[in-house]
Nanobody, 122 residues
């Protein structure tokens, strides 16, 4: 499984960005997809997840509920994260991750990772 993120950048507070994650490889291995982020000096945290084992098949961290939307285009094998009303505390490296199944959106549940894309909000 290969995951390639894109769409990061620098925006002002209140702005929007859409991250994309192009996925390839065995479909079974990426039935659960998620976005994580890691700010300098902090642990990597789950932001949003979709599919395989999640309650209601979708998960959002409390900090992004109502502002971020995760979606997937199966025809394009692409995962998206629409981020609206961005805040400085959203500044981080954002990573796409995949797993055959994930009961929770935590790093230990995911075997496949992209290289990350930087989001800076000022």
């Amino acid at each position: 499984v290969q995951l390639v993120e894109s769409g990061g950048g620098s925006v002002h507070t209140g702005g929007s960005l859409r991250l994309s994650c192009a996925a390839s490889g065995y479909t079974y291995s990426r039935r659960c997809m998620a976005w994580f982020r890691q700010a300098p000096g902090k642990e990597r945290e789950g932001v949003a997840g979709l599919g395989g084992g999640l309650g209601g098949n979708i998960y959002y961290a409390d900090s992004v509920k109502g502002r971020f939307t995760i979606s997937q285009d199966n025809a394009k094998n692409t995962l998206y994260l629409q981020m609206d009303s961005l805040k400085p505390e959203d500044t981080a490296m954002y990573y796409c991750a995949a797993a055959p199944w994930c009961g929770t959106v935590v790093t230990s549940s995911f075997a496949y990772w992209g290289q990350g894309t930087q989001v800076t909000v000022s």
